[in-house]
């Protein structure tokens, strides 16, 4: 599978996440995927116990894609995910195998207020 088709794969998922399309969004797993959130130290096995565990989140989700980018089988893509109209700025790590995801971590941020000793800096 080249680059192209993997991008392609992508934003076929992450379109599928925010439709709330739920067969779609998980065709990109293989059948023994693990997911990662590290800051919660939770790991999930398998693509059948991946599609569940987001089919049971109860809040009413939004994914709005702000890249991604990669090569090869790597691919990183930066998200803002809001939950019930809260945002919460993520990253997800992708690894494929065979065309097909087989390990992804996940990483989020809440937002925070800047900084002022930086505010001369900013635009």
Not at 11 to 29: G, K, P, T
Not at 85 to 92: E, K
Not at 99 to 112: C, I, K, M, N, S
């Amino acid at each position: 599978m080249d680059d192209k088709t993997k991008r392609a794969a992508l934003d076929r998922h992450w379109a599928a996440s925010d439709a709330n399309d739920f067969d779609v969004e998980h065709e990109i797993y293989h059948e023994d995927a693990v997911l990662e959130y590290p800051q919660s130290g939770e790991r999930i096995l398998g693509r059948r116990n991946i599609q569940e565990s987001r089919f049971v989140q109860p809040n009413k989700k939004r994914f709005k894609v702000r890249r991604i980018i990669g090569s090869d089988d790597l691919w990183i893509t930066e998200f803002t995910l809001t939950y019930d109209g809260i945002p919460s700025y993520a990253v997800s790590i992708m690894e494929f195998n065979d065309g097909l995801v087989a390990h992804e971590t996940q990483y989020f941020a809440d937002r925070f207020e800047p900084a002022a000793s930086r505010a001369h800096l900013v635009e």
